[in-house]
């Protein structure tokens, strides 16, 4: 299995307490988190990651140089920033099977990704992964109808329900037929566009923490540390 990594975002709300490395290098106990998580995929069947870069790229580049994680490490430098659509097609240009996995750098999801793969190839719709939280204002709300994403209805809802958990389980050639701009935002520029019911959800259960804030930052120092 392969896996794209987006990691080439500015980290702006997280710099107030990590300046001198991108969000995906912010350390938890004492190993950059990005390390942490190819670990993780590794111990789940990832044999390859395809890292998308961009903000401070040689410092991500250098690290895993000198870093050996077990698996295939291919980079993905952006020259501009393209959103996480233009990064996602970027890289599936480094990718060899008919589908891949896709993740945010800044996040952590206990996800059973053989479940995720199990659900392929159906119609070959791609499927979003879900997390249960008890408040989604600050994510993007998903309206889930048996297993299709009814509407993506966005961030600043209060209460409990699904929440796009940032990864997808996506066709090679997503991408081949559309006629997307070199930048966009695969989220709301691509997903939310199609037509309802078309993408298949897989709602995850496993532990679900994104280090993007300092809030949660600090909450991963002692929930991720028996990981680093």
Known sequence: MEAIILAGGFGTRLRSVVSAVPKPMAPIAGRPFLHLLINVLKRKGISKAILSVG???DVITSYFDQH????DVIFE????????GGAIAAALRHASNDTVFV?????YLDLDV????AMWP???????VGRSVSDTERFGRMDIVGDRVASFIGSGHKGRGVVNAGCYLVPREIFLDKKMPEAFSFESDFLALLPPLTLRAHISTGQFIDIGIPEDYRLAQSEL???A
Request: charged residues 20%; hydrophobic residues 40%.
């Open 225 to 227: 540390a028996g990981l």
């Open 103 to 107: 993740f945010n750098g800044d996040t």
């Open 55 to 57: 903000y401070m790229a």
């Open 114 to 117: 053989r479940s995720v793969a």
């Open 77 to 84: 430098i952006e020259q501009k920033p393209l959103g996480t």
């Open 122 to 128: 159906g119609d070959r719709s791609p499927i979003v």
């Open 68 to 71: 050996p994680v077990g698996i």
